[in-house]
């Protein structure tokens, strides 16, 4: 009987527990089929997570805050009360055919924040996952180089996040530092490299390869436990 009841306790809590992690954001977030070498980050986050709790992958390849409205209502629509909502741009904001200025940057993930928490659900600003940070060609020695925008639009969202006291990942910091760290040879193996790009042979340093989407992702898992932030309860 005892054994019963702690089972049905146990049953009970994990029900109570589950929940989502909702994914807002550009390609390096994106849903990747398993046959593409491409990798996302995010989903890369499911093989870690606790039983009862899932993903909710929303985030699409190209996507800036500005062309992310459109869609955010259906969004909206997915996201529960006790989730969590990862938000994370830059990358493509920072292009000069689709570019978003900071003001415009800031108030517009401002506003889906606010959404997702008048939803009792609860949003983290994340800045721009590193390019590679080494070209193909080169030397293994040269030094690791941040792409300026990422840093820049990283800075944007961080004092968004200061500024309304909203959970923030630093995951340009973070995957940076690793970048740095383990060097040109190793840091190229988390991204696609060779690819083609419009019909013509291109080497990309900006999308991660499903080693580099399991990284990254380890390191956003590594950084919230030690934040002590609590979408850290859903994961193992």
Known sequence: MKTLITTCFIAVSLAISAANIVLIGDSTLAPRDAKTKLG???????PSLAPGNGIINRSVGGRTVRTTKPSWAKSLEMISKGDFVIIQFGINDANKKKLVEEAEFKKTIAEFADDVIAKGATPIICSPVSNAGYGKAGKADDPFKLTASRRTYGDYAKALAA?????YVDMTALTAAELAKIGKDKALALYTGETMRKGKPAFDTTHPSKAGA????????ADVKAQKLPVAELFK
């Open 214 to 221: 399991k990284r990254f992702a380890e390191l956003f898992i």
């Open 40 to 46: 996302s980050w995010g989903d890369a986050l499911k």
């Open 163 to 167: 500024e309304k006291k909203l959970a």
